[in-house]
Every structure is written in structure tokens, then in C-alpha cells.
């Protein structure tokens, strides 16, 4: 099994910039673009493993687009929204006895790609009945009837790793075998919250259509609360959350939503909460420092802090130093206060 040992491509395809906007810039996400680089132009299966809601749909979508299959169906079996006879009938076909003639996935994915959603949920029998075709059989035999295989490519996923759906009994060793040939692990949301501006200012351009108060721009302060909160939903929730901020709230966008404390009722919040916060507020006085060092010369901040330039722009904002302080602020609690502060 291989992970990140794949010989690079001469001619790697550039990502484009709606992809990369979505994903973010840092380090995690710049390294799983890579990836997704060398691996997409080949035929070779792949296992997408993350959380729910962390953009397993959009990864195996990215490397359809990316391959030479991309003007060729790209066709998706959700193991998680079926029972066993609907995926038998998506996969296979309804059958010659069926008044219903449509061709199953197989079938219609000729020259395609075929994405198979929480591969895990599949029933042990029809992946039994899937081996074959994943050997390279070009002829699938169901009860009633023998179902031509075209040439395809496999990706599959599920928010469990193989290893564990193994050790579980959910999936077939050969299966296993024959489809995780490269594993693409998705971080969660919070293990990379410095990709949360990006993906908001995504979010907000996609759906500010719905909004009839025309465009709109999160204040530092809805976007520091956004980058503080724990997503256990990920890039999913964070979407929701950005539609529902569009809605207008008695006047006022989203201020009730985000007044919402996490807190319990006796004061106590979570220990990860309270170290997120901790961890934020640290790297935003770093910035801070790093921005008075170099006499707010963001480029050389950003060599300073070994992050990109394009990370500091959304690091900087989120942390309300978009904009040059004077003045005599010595941290972000003072930079926060305006009336300590003289504009730029």
C-alpha cells in the first residue's frame, strides 16, 4: 500500500484557482493538493478516509477533473443513502426481467470514473459479488443476467480507516486489497483552522445570491469567532453556517448566532475550547510582532514565521491586523480597541 510514495509527473497539472481557494493555504492542505497532483493523471484506486463533512465528495470529484478521464461519466454509488437491493440495482442494472432497461453504474461509467461513498456500508455479499469486476473481469453475472463492465477507475471512501473497517467485518480483505492502493487522509477542519478564512470568503461568493441585501463582508470579529470554533460538522457545517449568516436576523446578519456562547450554564467551558482560544490568541500576538519586526512588510513576516504570504493575508485578517497599527499597541487585546489607536 502506498500513501505519498508515488513518482511525481513531469508535467503536473496546475490547480485551479476556485480549487484552491476552497481548500486554503496551509501547510496540511498545500501537501494533500500535491498529493491529489501526482495521483490524479493515473488510473491507480484510491481510498479517501476523513471525517464527515470534510470534503471526501469534492476530493474524489477534484480527481476525476484532474485526470484524463474528465470529460468521461463520473458516477457515485452512496453506500450511506441506499439499502443493499438499491445499490445491487445502481451498480448492476434492474435485471433482464425488469420492464426498466437503464443501465447500472457498471455499465454507464465506460471510460469513467465510479466513486463508491462509504464503501463500508456495503453489504459483504455484493462486495463479493463486485470482486471480480475490481480484478479486471470485463463481464459482471448477476442472477438474471451477465452485465458488460467497462473501463474504469475506483475511488472509494468512508470516515473509517481500511484497517479499522477490516477489524470490524465490514469490508472484504481482497476488496480492501484491491481498492486501497493509495490512501488520502483528510484533516478535519479543526486540525487546519487557518484555511477557515479562505473557505468562508468561498462560501460567502458562492451562496451571496440568496442574499437580498447584496454582498457582504464578515467583520474580524464574526471571522475570529468562526476560526475559534471546534467543527464538528467541518467544511460542511462551516458552509451551513456562512448560508445561514446571509440570512438577514431581525436587521442584523448572524448577530444572534454568533452571541451564542459554548459555554454550560455553571461557566465551564471545554478544555479544548479554552486551549484553542489560548492557541489563537498566541499565534495572533506572533503575528502581531512579526508585523512590528519588519515594519509591517508582510512578505518578510511571513519569512519570519515560516508561513506563506498568502496564510499570514488570512491569518492577519482574521486576527483583526489587516490594517497597519500606530500608535502604541503592544498586543492584540490593544490592537482590538480603537480608541487606543490612530487609523490607517
Same mark, same amino acid.
Given at each position: 500500500m502506498e500513501e505519498t510514495s508515488l513518482v511525481p509527473h513531469r508535467q503536473a497539472l496546475a490547480l485551479e484557482d476556485e480549487d484552491e481557494e476552497f481548500f486554503g493555504y496551509s501547510a496540511k492542505t498545500r501537501e494533500l493538493l500535491r498529493v491529489i497532483e501526482r495521483i490524479a493523471p493515473s488510473d491507480i484506486p484510491t481510498f479517501i478516509v476523513g471525517d464527515a463533512g470534510s470534503g471526501k465528495d469534492f476530493v474524489a470529484r477534484l480527481l476525476h477533473r484532474r485526470s484524463p478521464r474528465r470529460l468521461m461519466p463520473f458516477l457515485k454509488l452512496n453506500c450511506g443513502a441506499l439499502t443493499p437491493q438499491a445499490m445491487e440495482k445502481e451498480l448492476f442494472g434492474p435485471g433482464a426481467d425488469s420492464a426498466n432497461r437503464?443501465?447500472?453504474?457498471?455499465?454507464?461509467?465506460?471510460?469513467?470514473?465510479?466513486?463508491?461513498?462509504? *464503501?463500508?456500508? &456495503?453489504?459483504?455479499?455484493?462486495?463479493?459479488?463486485? +470482486?471480480?469486476?475490481?480484478?479486471?473481469? #470485463? $463481464?459482471?453475472?448477476?442472477?438474471?443476467?451477465?452485465?458488460?463492465?467497462?473501463?474504469?477507475?475506483?475511488?472509494?471512501?468512508? *470516515?473509517?480507516? &481500511?484497517?479499522k473497517l477490516l477489524a470490524a467485518?465490514? +469490508?472484504?480483505?481482497?476488496?480492501?486489497? #484491491? $481498492?486501497?492502493?493509495?490512501?488520502?487522509?483528510?484533516p478535519p477542519l479543526r486540525e487546519?483552522?487557518?484555511?477557515?478564512?479562505?473557505?468562508?470568503?468561498?462560501?460567502?461568493?458562492?451562496?451571496?445570491?440568496?442574499?437580498?441585501?447584496?454582498?457582504?463582508?464578515?467583520?474580524?470579529?464574526?471571522?475570529r469567532q468562526l476560526m475559534e470554533r471546534d467543527w464538528p460538522g467541518n467544511v460542511r457545517e462551516l458552509e451551513a453556517t456562512i448560508q445561514q449568516l446571509l440570512v438577514p436576523l431581525g436587521g442584523s446578519r448572524g448577530k444572534e448566532m454568533?452571541?451564542?456562547?459554548?459555554?454550560?450554564?455553571?461557566?465551564?467551558?471545554?478544555?479544548?475550547?479554552?486551549?484553542?482560544?489560548?492557541?489563537?490568541?498566541?499565534?495572533s500576538e506572533m503575528i502581531l510582532r512579526a508585523l512590528r519586526r519588519t515594519n509591517w512588510n508582510r512578505r518578510k513576516a511571513a519569512e519570519m514565521?515560516?508561513?506563506s504570504y498568502k496564510s499570514l493575508l488570512y491569518k492577519s485578517k482574521a486576527a483583526g491586523l489587516g490594517k497597519r497599527l500606530h500608535g502604541y499597541a503592544t498586543s492584540v487585546e490593544d490592537s482590538e480597541d480603537p480608541a487606543r489607536l490612530g487609523g490607517c
Open positions: 437503464q443501465a447500472g453504474i457498471l455499465e454507464r461509467a465506460e471510460g469513467g470514473t465510479i466513486f463508491i461513498d462509504e *464503501i463500508g456500508r &456495503m453489504p459483504l455479499g455484493l462486495q463479493a459479488r463486485l +470482486l471480480p469486476v475490481l480484478k479486471g473481469e #470485463r $463481464l459482471a453475472r448477476t442472477v438474471s443476467s451477465e452485465v458488460s463492465v467497462g473501463d474504469v477507475r475506483w475511488i472509494c471512501s468512508s *470516515i473509517l480507516p &481500511m484497517e467485518g465490514k +469490508l472484504l480483505e481482497e476488496v480492501c486489497s #484491491r $481498492l486501497n492502493v493509495v490512501t488520502l487522509r483528510l487546519r483552522n487557518e484555511d477557515i478564512p479562505a473557505l468562508a470568503e468561498h462560501f460567502l461568493k458562492k451562496h451571496q445570491h440568496t442574499c437580498p441585501n447584496g454582498p457582504v463582508v464578515l467583520p474580524e470579529h464574526v471571522m454568533f452571541d451564542i456562547s459554548q459555554r454550560e450554564d455553571n461557566g465551564i467551558e471545554p478544555l479544548k475550547e479554552v486551549a484553542r482560544r489560548a492557541a489563537f490568541r498566541a499565534e514565521l515560516r508561513i
